[in-house]
């Protein structure tokens, strides 16, 4: 009894997003597509409506330079999980990227995604490189 009372309290006091799970990146797909590479991740978040959604990925260099990113425009609470797409550019010699995500509350988390974009798939990534 005394457990439920404490999580009640917990959440009245931080809302319903202190029980929201980070953005997962559940797949990031790397396909050469003309001079850059089409890039469409697949996330998962636990998205209540506009007050908690994921809104955005990114794919950044090693050294941390971002290489780019999709803004996710609305929640996706009956879409799960969903994927979206995008052409980026990424420099030559860069070899290895990282994936995360974020949501419109935390921003982006530590929940990473390495890529090697010399191999044709690995954990949670895939790359055709033709």
């Known amino acids: 009894m005394r457990t439920l009372w404490l999580a009640g309290l917990t959440l009245s006091l931080f809302g319903a997003s202190a029980w929201a799970s980070p953005v997962e990146v559940v797949l990031a797909e ?3 597509e003309g001079g ?3 890039v ?16 955005l990925w990114v794919v950044a260099s090693l050294k ?6 999709r803004v996710l425009a609305h929640p996706h609470e009956n879409e799960q999980p969903f994927t ?4 980026i550019a990424i ?4 070899t290895r990227v990282r994936v ?3 949501d419109n509350v935390e ?7 390495l890529v090697d974009l010399g191999q044709s798939r690995g954990e949670r990534f895939r790359v055709n490189s033709r």
């Open 100 to 102: 995360r995500a974020g």
């Open 40 to 55: 469409s991740v697949t996330l998962r978040h636990g998205d209540t409506g506009w007050e908690h959604y994921a809104d």
């Open 91 to 94: 420099p030559p010699g860069v």
């Open 107 to 113: 921003g982006l988390n530590s929940n990473v995604v």
């Open 36 to 38: 850059g590479w089409r």
């Open 84 to 87: 979206r797409s995008r052409t």
């Open 64 to 69: 941390g330079e971002e290489l780019g990113r």
């Open 30 to 32: 790397f396909a050469r």
